[in-house]
Every structure is written in structure tokens, then in C-alpha cells.
């Protein structure tokens, strides 16, 4: 992996092959020159606070999805924040808070939006500096530190399922070696095995019997831990195992903001049971059983914005809690779309959600769900 790193960093002082693949990567869409930017947000809607809403305020963002010098990832959250200052005439700055004077900086700002990347070392800056931002110097944060929390954390967001007696998949987390391997005795195989972090499947694997149990239970127990696919990470001193649902078809995302509800379904390819990150996703109408109960995670959580991901058992006809996260891969303005017509499901009472035809970024929501109360 490091090897393959240094050669792409080589190949890139080639002109030729970085423009080449930099102008791949436009034509797939998955970064946009900065130029165009602006096109590509305002295919969406606008999102405005009602006008008693309108605070006097300064925002931080700090800037995400960089790529190369001109050029965002279509994934980046920044721009969205961005689009929904400007139209509600709300004054903001960038901010750098990877810099030493972090929280100096921090001192004019009552609102600081920061789009965490995934991984385990991002994941521990930022709920350490949003401590000290939301917890002792009472800045609004998005997220703040109950939604960091449980971002990236399947722990800690199964003692929270736990806590609030959520319907989760049947999950084991333990950080007792003994403790685990009675697990192992006792359980019926095949099981789940998760790392506390990871997407698009990484990170996820079927434990077929209790030989592949133990052995994993003796690395993730062992001075050095389990190896992960994070090279500067190690599966040390816990374990997350979870029944195996053999006839779950789908991972069904729903979306929640405030009370507008947004989700698709994602299948696994033939012959797998991991439908994240398989990239077969269909976008069609939810039935209201799955929309509460996300709704309900959402609310638990104390979220402006959480996607939760369900599965249903057929067999026990039931929806069960597969994760939830905070911040997602957002590649449009078209997060639910019935019969092809992009919109979103207004709550309007438990059990009972209307249809609202428009295209949203869904950050624009998250923000103004964070900001409508200061
Ligand atoms: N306990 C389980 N039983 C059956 N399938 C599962 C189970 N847990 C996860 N999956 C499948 O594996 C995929 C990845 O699991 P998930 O926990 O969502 O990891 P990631 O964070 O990588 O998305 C899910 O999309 C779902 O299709
Ligand atoms: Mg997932």
C-alpha cells in the first residue's frame, strides 16, 4: 500500500498522467473544477431559514473534499455549507482547525461546521478538539459531541442502541478476552465481525466457525492486536461480533433532518451479503414502519442529521438497526427519488410522512436544523 502510494505520488509529477487522470476523474464526476462549482450546487434548491430565524452570527467552516489545486471532491460538504450561508446572508470564514492556534482561532466564531473524514485518526482529532469547542467553550457545533461520538463508532453507538433499547441486529461487544471466547463456545456460526470503524464494507467479515472466532479473539487480545485494513491501526482489546442475518436482501439508508425524511436501498453483488459500498443502489418509496424507527434513532441520538441503516428479516419480519452515521457519501441533490421524481418525506405524525417533490443538498438542512435555535 505504501509502496503503491509513492508510485502514484511519482507517476503525478508527470504532466501528462496527472492531467489525464485528473480530466478522467472530471468526466466521471467525482471531483469538479472549482469554476463549476457553483453550477452543480444551484441544481439543487435553495434551503432558507424563516425570517425571525435569521441570526446574527459568524460561522467557521472548515474545508473538506480537497483534492488538487483547483479542483473538490463532489462529496465535499463544505460547499453546500457555503451555498447555505450565502443565501441566507449569514457571514462566515474558513477555518483551519488542524493548525496549532486552533482554538484561538476558534474565539470569534459562534458556529463551527466540520465535515470529519471517516477515518480513525481524523475521527480522534475531532472529538477531542469538538470537546473543548462545544463542551467547555459553548460553540455550536456540527457536528457536536454527542454526534461525534457515535460517528464511526460502532461501539459506542451500540451502547447507545442498547441504552435506548433499539431494535439492532443482535450485537456482542465485548472487551474481555474470556468473555469473548465464551461468546465463541456458545454462538451459532456463521457471525458477523466488524471493526469499531470503517465503510463501504471494509472491515466487515463472516466468521465461519469457532476456529476463525478464536483466532481472531487471540490477535485482537494479543500486545500487538488484529491487523486492519487501516495500516496505522490494530484491532486491539475488543471484539464486535453480530448474529448473521441470512435473509436480510438489502441495507435500506434513511436520512433524517429536523422532520424530512430522504433514503434508498442498497443490494449486495450476486454471491455477497454486503451491500454497502457495492454501488447497486435503487432509489423508491419507504414504507412508514422503517421511516419511524429511523426517525426515532435520529431523535434518541440527538442528531440535526443521522442516517440510519436498517435491514429486514423476512423470516422474523422485522427491520433491524445496521448502523448509523452522522456524515455520508452524498453525490447529489436527489438523496429519495419515487417513480424518478427526486423530493422528500415531510413527518407529519408518527406512522404518517407526505411526499414534497424538490431537489436538496441535505447538508443545507443539517445546517439550518443546527443553527434555527441560537
Ligand atoms: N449482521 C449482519 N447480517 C447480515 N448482513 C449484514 C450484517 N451486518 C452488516 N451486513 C451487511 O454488510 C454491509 C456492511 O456492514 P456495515 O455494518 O454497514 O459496515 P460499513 O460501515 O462498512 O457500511 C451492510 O450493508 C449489510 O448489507
Ligand atoms: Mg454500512
Request: hydrophobic residues 40%; aromatic residues 16%; contains cysteine.
Given at each position: 500500500m505504501l509502496a503503491k502510494e509513492i508510485i502514484k505520488q511519482i507517476v503525478f509529477l508527470i504532466p501528462f498522467i496527472r492531467n489525464f487522470y485528473i480530466k478522467k476523474r472530471v468526466a466521471n464526476g467525482s471531483i469538479i473544477p472549482l469554476e463549476k462549482l457553483e453550477d452543480t450546487l444551484y441544481k439543487a434548491d435553495k434551503v432558507v431559514l424563516k425570517n425571525n430565524e435569521n441570526p446574527n452570527i459568524c460561522v467557521g467552516i472548515v474545508k473538506d473534499g480537497y483534492e488538487y489545486e483547483g479542483y473538490v471532491s463532489n462529496r465535499a460538504y463544505y460547499p453546500k455549507y457555503e451555498k447555505f450561508l450565502k443565501n441566507n446572508n449569514i457571514s462566515y470564514e474558513y477555518y483551519d482547525i488542524y493548525r496549532h492556534d486552533w482554538l484561538e482561532k476558534a474565539k470569534k466564531f459562534d458556529v463551527i461546521v466540520w465535515h470529519t473524514n471517516s477515518d480513525p485518526a481524523t475521527q480522534d482529532i475531532a472529538t477531542n478538539k469538538i470537546y473543548v469547542l462545544d463542551?467547555?467553550?459553548?460553540k455550536k457545533c456540527l457536528p457536536s459531541f454527542d454526534e461525534i461520538w457515535t460517528y464511526e463508532d460502532k461501539v459506542n453507538a451500540h451502547y447507545l442502541y442498547q441504552h435506548f433499547n433499539l431494535?439492532?441486529?443482535p450485537t456482542f461487544v465485548s472487551h474481555s478476552k474470556e468473555d469473548a471466547l465464551e461468546y465463541a463456545e456458545k454462538a451459532k456460526y456463521p457471525i458477523i465481525s466488524k471493526l469499531n470503524t470503517g465503510s463501504a464494507s471494509f472491515g466487515v467479515n463472516k466468521i465461519a466457525n469457532k476456529r476463525q472466532a478464536i483466532k481472531l479473539i487471540n490477535q485482537a487480545f494479543s500486545s500487538k492486536g488484529a491487523k486492519t485494513y487501516f495500516q496505522f491501526q490494530r484491532q486491539k482489546d475488543y471484539i464486535l461480533f453480530q448474529e448473521f442475518i441470512?435473509?436480510?436482501?438489502y441495507d435500506l439508508r434513511i436520512m433524517v433532518t429536523g422532520d424530512k425524511l430522504f433514503g434508498y436501498y442498497r443490494y449486495p453483488k450476486k454471491g455477497d451479503f454486503k451491500a454497502s459500498g457495492a454501488g447497486n443502489v435503487v432509489k423508491k418509496a419507504i414504507e412508514p414502519k422503517a421511516l419511524d424507527l429511523a426517525f426515532k434513532v435520529k431523535e434518541l441520538f440527538k442528531a440535526n442529521f443521522l442516517a440510519t441503516d436498517l435491514l429486514f428479516s423476512e423470516k422474523l419480519n422485522q427491520y433491524f438497526i445496521i448502523e448509523s452515521s452522522i456524515f455520508i457519501g452524498i453525490d447529489t441533490a436527489e438523496q429519495l427519488k419515487i417513480n424518478e421524481v427526486p423530493g422528500f418525506y415531510q413527518r407529519i405524525k408518527k406512522g404518517e410522512y407526505e411526499f414534497v417533490e424538490g431537489k436538496y443538498w441535505v447538508q443545507e438542512f443539517a445546517l439550518k436544523e443546527t443553527i434555527k435555535n441560537i
Amino acid at each position: 500500500m505504501l509502496a503503491k502510494e509513492i508510485i502514484k505520488q511519482i507517476v503525478f509529477l508527470i504532466p501528462f498522467i496527472r492531467n489525464f487522470y485528473i480530466k478522467k476523474r472530471v468526466a466521471n464526476g467525482s471531483i469538479i473544477p472549482l469554476e463549476k462549482l457553483e453550477d452543480t450546487l444551484y441544481k439543487a434548491d435553495k434551503v432558507v431559514l424563516k425570517n425571525n430565524e435569521n441570526p446574527n452570527i459568524c460561522v467557521g467552516i472548515v474545508k473538506d473534499g480537497y483534492e488538487y489545486e483547483g479542483y473538490v471532491s463532489n462529496r465535499a460538504y463544505y460547499p453546500k455549507y457555503e451555498k447555505f450561508l450565502k443565501n441566507n446572508n449569514i457571514s462566515y470564514e474558513y477555518y483551519d482547525i488542524y493548525r496549532h492556534d486552533w482554538l484561538e482561532k476558534a474565539k470569534k466564531f459562534d458556529v463551527i461546521v466540520w465535515h470529519t473524514n471517516s477515518d480513525p485518526a481524523t475521527q480522534d482529532i475531532a472529538t477531542n478538539k469538538i470537546y473543548v469547542l462545544d463542551k467547555l467553550m459553548n460553540k455550536k457545533c456540527l457536528p457536536s459531541f454527542d454526534e461525534i461520538w457515535t460517528y464511526e463508532d460502532k461501539v459506542n453507538a451500540h451502547y447507545l442502541y442498547q441504552h435506548f433499547n433499539l431494535p439492532e441486529i443482535p450485537t456482542f461487544v465485548s472487551h474481555s478476552k474470556e468473555d469473548a471466547l465464551e461468546y465463541a463456545e456458545k454462538a451459532k456460526y456463521p457471525i458477523i465481525s466488524k471493526l469499531n470503524t470503517g465503510s463501504a464494507s471494509f472491515g466487515v467479515n463472516k466468521i465461519a466457525n469457532k476456529r476463525q472466532a478464536i483466532k481472531l479473539i487471540n490477535q485482537a487480545f494479543s500486545s500487538k492486536g488484529a491487523k486492519t485494513y487501516f495500516q496505522f491501526q490494530r484491532q486491539k482489546d475488543y471484539i464486535l461480533f453480530q448474529e448473521f442475518i441470512s435473509d436480510a436482501t438489502y441495507d435500506l439508508r434513511i436520512m433524517v433532518t429536523g422532520d424530512k425524511l430522504f433514503g434508498y436501498y442498497r443490494y449486495p453483488k450476486k454471491g455477497d451479503f454486503k451491500a454497502s459500498g457495492a454501488g447497486n443502489v435503487v432509489k423508491k418509496a419507504i414504507e412508514p414502519k422503517a421511516l419511524d424507527l429511523a426517525f426515532k434513532v435520529k431523535e434518541l441520538f440527538k442528531a440535526n442529521f443521522l442516517a440510519t441503516d436498517l435491514l429486514f428479516s423476512e423470516k422474523l419480519n422485522q427491520y433491524f438497526i445496521i448502523e448509523s452515521s452522522i456524515f455520508i457519501g452524498i453525490d447529489t441533490a436527489e438523496q429519495l427519488k419515487i417513480n424518478e421524481v427526486p423530493g422528500f418525506y415531510q413527518r407529519i405524525k408518527k406512522g404518517e410522512y407526505e411526499f414534497v417533490e424538490g431537489k436538496y443538498w441535505v447538508q443545507e438542512f443539517a445546517l439550518k436544523e443546527t443553527i434555527k435555535n441560537i
